[in-house]
């Protein structure tokens, strides 16, 4: 019982956390070029603020949040997803006072209690990007274009971006209607969960997946007949975009997403062919939110993508990661009268920034070379002692076999030279 690990979670050990590292690479380098910067919020904010910003009667809200009293009798909530805290934090770091757009991203856990299956887990993590205060759809077409971005440069293909928009709440209150004159006389026929939303969220339904549920919202009015001129045109203007940038999506009407706080703009990417949970990322404009939480009538949109459903599409297409190498440089010795060199060589090249290991379990030189090569070094060192009378190492190529005498003054210059060049294949997660 206390080495297995609660339900939903999982650890990330050697060998997989590469391939983290790498995926969180590139999305810091993708946001640095589309001028975004990084944010670190809280693991757990107050309960209201989430039951507010994400709406209480989403799923999230009414059955998937981790909340607790802490010790002083506050209710506070582990963060089921990183919005509604991006705000408070853009409210509480005035950030309104700054030349208007912020723009932020974030990369972290995030907790929802649902039932576990593969790609959908109690502790996941998301990469996710907020941009404040701009009203114009230009920053519509900027979020979803670095939202795809990201997925191109990993190298996903086979990806489906939907788009729809959910209006204003103008829109949203016709549509509401609209949609409870058509449900009324099909009450019956929906599932139990969407009888539920008939009132309290209609629009719901029209995202609900139960076969008998989508028969029926087949022929519901949709979010396009009822949107007014300004969210019609805020629409056009972003479609009009994502075409010049020659962005492919599919337009889908009964996109809502599963979170209150939406208004126009709605995303979001399926990847085909990995299984059940195949939505790797969305998000959306929340024009309403800051001033919901913060009395400020300040726009936003932002999205979010679950990094653990990325990996899986990395792994279900054969996308391969870049690095091949556990690390530099092995040094390896013969004889006990080598083991103050190795130590001091072993320092040396590591201040030099390479990585550098030695022998710590007395092994001999056979083992150690097995060693070094199962751990996937680049290079040995081989210091013996008849070599270093001579002022002599052997430096051999992990990959060739190729082995060459060097003088012990050049050891970390030839390293430095050899590691620097580009490491040949790649590995397949
Ligand atoms: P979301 O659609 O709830 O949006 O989550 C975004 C992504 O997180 C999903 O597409 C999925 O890849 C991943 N995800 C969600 N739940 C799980 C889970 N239980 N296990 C594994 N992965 C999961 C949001 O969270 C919004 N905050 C996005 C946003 C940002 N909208 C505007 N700004």
Redesign the pocket.
């Known amino acids: 019982m206390l080495t297995s690990r609660p339900r ?1 979670t999982n650890d990330i050990l050697p060998g997989e956390t590469e391939k983290w590292q790498y995926i969180e690479k590139v999305f810091h380098d993708v946001c640095r070029r589309y001028g975004y910067k990084e944010m670190r919020i809280p693991i757990f904010e107050h309960t209201e603020l989430f039951e507010r910003g ?1 709406g209480d009667t989403t799923d ?1 809200v009414e059955k ?1 949040m981790y909340t607790f009293n802490d010790r002083g009798g506050r209710s506070v909530t582990l963060r ?5 805290s ?1 705000v408070r934090a853009y409210l509480d770091g005035k950030l309104f006072a700054v030349p208007q757009p912020v723009k932020m991203y974030y990369i972290g856990p ?1 907790f ?1 209690y ?1 039932r ?1 299956q593969a ?8 990469v ?3 941009a404040f205060g701009a009203e114009s759809p230009a920053i519509d077409i900027e979020v979803v274009a670095l939202f795809m971005d990201y997925f191109r440069e990993l190298g996903l293909t086979e990806l489906e971006l939907m788009l729809n928009s959910v209006g204003c709440p103008k829109c949203r209150k016709v549509l509401r209607d609209r949609l409870q004159d058509y449900f009324r006389s099909h009450l019956s026929s929906l599932c139990e969960n969407c009888r539920s939303r008939f009132d309290r969220n209609p629009l719901r339904i029209l995202d609900c997946k139960e076969a008998k549920c989508r028969e029926v919202s087949s022929d519901a009015p949709t979010l396009f007949d009822s949107l007014c001129d300004r969210c019609l045109n805020h629409f056009k203007i972003v479609r009009e975009g994502l075409d010049e940038l020659g962005v492919p999506y599919t337009l889908n009407p009964s996109l809502v ?3 209150d ?2 208004t126009n703009t709605a995303f ?2 399926v990847v085909h062919g990995i299984g059940a ?1 195949s ?8 024009d309403g939110l800051v001033e919901l939480i913060g009395k400020r009538d300040i726009p ?11 990996l899986l599409a990395m792994e279900k297409q054969g996308v391969g990661f870049p690095s091949v190498h556990g690390f530099d440089v092995y040094v390896a010795t013969i004889g006990k009268g080598t083991e103050t060199y190795a130590l001091k060589l072993t320092d040396s090249l590591r201040k030099a920034g390479l990585s550098a290991e030695r022998d710590v379990m007395g092994r001999s030189l056979r083992a150690q070379m097995k060693y070094a090569s199962k751990m996937a070094a680049r290079y040995t060192v081989i210091v013996g002692d008849e070599e270093l009378a001579r002022e002599q190492v052997i430096i051999r190529c992990m990959d060739t076999g190729k082995q060459e005498d060097v003088h012990i003054e050049d050891i970390i210059k030839i390293l430095l030279e050899k590691t620097t060049q580009p490491q040949g294949g790649s590995l397949s997660v």
């Open positions: 939903g994400v999230i998937e089921p997803e990183g919005t509604a991006a995030m929802r649902d576990p790609g959908r887990y109690r502790q996941f993590h998301q996710g990007v907020e997403r599963g979170l706080y939406y979001e990417v949970q939505s790797i990322g969305g998000g959306g404009r929340y936003g949109i932002g999205f979010a993508i679950g990094m653990e459903r990325v």
